[in-house]
């Protein structure tokens, strides 16, 4: 019955002129805490708003619930869920990979392997980096940030980067990436 009212607002809407419509569902309490604020978070018309939007998108496209992407330049494995216990060891359902000239369906023992070989290879070069940048040594930050502060602080370094990379050559910004700033 949600659905019959959502469409009959959208005509309503529609035939009124507004862009906005009422959308009427109903969730179980045990969800509600949880959906809320995700609905929140995909309804502003702006910059967080359309990048958690374009983060969602491609779940309508896929026949299972996606448990990971991984995702390179040019090639990306979806690991498909939901997880299936096997005797205390869990397999996803299958996955994808999609590569230039290659598309292929995993099977359950493949699509894990894979999987875990891909979070190993994460947390190497993550592990890597700590250590190039010296990141062991220094005190645990909060996950937390003042987000509007930090904001300006991204954008500062980030117009630092682009006036430094001006006189480059060109591409060489785009070979050299963020190390660059």
Known sequence: MPSIRNTIDRLAAWLAGRSYVT???TVHQRLAPIVEPLIKRLLPFNDDGETYRCSISHWPLN???VLHTHRGV???L???GPLQDAGGSYFPLGGLIE???VTAH???IAARRLDNRL???VDRVIEEWIIEHGLNGQPRQRREINRPRADREATRIIAAWVSNTAADAPGEA???GSDHA
């Open 23 to 25: 959308l009427r569902f």
């Open 63 to 65: 026949e299972r619930p």
């Open 74 to 76: 040019v090639s990306t």
């Open 78 to 80: 979806r690991v498909d």
């Open 99 to 101: 590569a230039p000239h």
């Open 106 to 108: 995993l099977d359950p």
């Open 119 to 121: 979070q190993d290879a």
């Open 174 to 176: 785009c070979q050299e």
